[in-house]
Nanobody, 123 residues
């Protein structure tokens, strides 16, 4: 049974930093491109960032380019999202998933979603 467990969210002031983790279990994801999505109430999940299987290629939404960094540790089946220079508009629940990238945007591969981790950025 696949599980994706996101953690690391919290309340942070604008300009602050946070680091999210996504621990995957149930099957190995080391060959998958993995990514992060965010969602605010009433809106669909949006692509944030993705990283290919060996970390050699990364993809970012324009809104986070230069501020967020995605990384992974295949030995731990874990994907990370380092967020810096946070803005109030980054406030959302963040989810991870296996991803396929088309152009510069990632799309979730799995129908399954974890509970996500929430970040609230105060101004």
């Amino acid at each position: 049974q696949v599980q994706l467990v996101e953690s690391g969210g919290g309340l942070v002031q604008a300009g602050g930093v946070l680091r999210f983790s996504c621990a995957a279990s149930g099957r190995p994801f080391s060959s998958n491109t993995m990514g992060w999505f965010c969602q605010i109430p009433g809106k669909e999940r949006e692509f944030v960032a993705a990283i290919n299987w060996n970390g050699g290629s990364t993809y970012y939404a324009e809104s986070v380019q230069g501020r967020f960094t995605i990384s992974r540790d295949n030995a731990k089946n874990t994907v990370y999202l380092q967020m810096s220079s946070l803005k109030p508009e980054d406030t959302a629940v963040y989810f991870c998933n296996a991803v396929y990238v088309r152009g510069s945007t990632g799309y979730a591969l799995l129908d399954y979603w974890g509970q996500g981790t929430r970040v609230t950025v105060s101004s």
